[in-house]
């Protein structure tokens, strides 16, 4: 079982480039979720979806886009990269979203760098 | 609103010795708690989870959890450590029941880093 998959795992980008950073999971799971982590921050949700179709805003999603046309991608896309997006971003999935003791399973994480 | 607070930023503890990782929350209904792992360059992963039922809670890895609801806390132990518990360790919440709207109702602290001296 490869689990939650993001690719690519490292990306430096210049201010005002887009990219969109892939997540894949082969477990048929209903959530998924994109994180940042920057020091000191903890973990920050920036968009989440409980199904394919449905997708909803996290605590920080501004400058990113994300979309779920099947269960098993959940792709992010900076529209317009900005210094301010540098992090390390990380995708999980979790087999529902109404069980809300079911816990997330982590891709490895995509380490980007704005200059 | 709920929160999460891990009041250490770091942990160093010799191997062998017990260890505890700090972990207090703040919810209005009823909480659901959880403990993940992140080593180096690796995503998080979960270790233990308190929902409801006995206060202690055994994981992974020989870690364990206390739920007390009075102190409003939720400490992870391992009775002796190892330099291969070093890690950055993550305490999260989620309030029930759940509203809906907004974010997903999942919060997690800053992270503590444990450190595990030979």
């Known amino acids: 079982n490869a689990g939650v998959t993001q690719t690519p795992k490292f990306q430096v980008l210049k201010t005002g480039q887009s990219m969109t950073l892939q997540c894949a999971q082969d477990m048929n799971h209903e959530y998924m979720s994109w994180y940042r982590q920057d020091p000191g921050m903890g973990l920050r949700l920036i968009h989440y979806s409980v199904g394919a179709g449905i997708t909803d805003q996290g605590e920080v999603p501004n400058g990113y886009n994300v979309s779920r046309s099947t269960t098993e991608d959940f792709p992010l896309r900076l529209l317009s990269a900005a210094p301010s997006q540098t992090s390390v971003y990380f995708c999980a999935s979790s087999y529902s979203a109404s069980a809300l003791n079911s816990p997330l399973h982590f891709g490895n994480g995509t380490r980007l760098t704005v200059t | 609103a709920q929160s999460v607070a891990q009041p250490e930023d770091q942990v160093n503890v010799a191997e062998g010795n017990p260890l505890t990782v700090k972990c207090t929350y703040s919810?209005?209904?009823?909480?659901?708690l959880f403990w993940y792992v992140q080593y180096p360059n690796r995503g998080l992963q979960f270790l233990l989870k308190?929902?409801?039922?006995?206060?202690l809670v055994k994981g992974s890895y020989g870690f364990e959890a206390e739920f007390n609801k009075s102190q409003t806390s939720f400490h992870l132990k391992k009775p002796s450590a190892l330099v291969s518990d070093s890690a950055l360790y993550f305490c999260a919440v989620r309030d029930t029941p759940y509203s809906g709207g907004g974010a997903d109702g999942l919060t997690f602290g800053k992270g503590t880093h444990l450190i595990i001296q030979p």
């Open positions: 919810v209005s209904g009823n909480p659901y």
């Open positions: 308190y929902i409801t039922g006995d206060n």
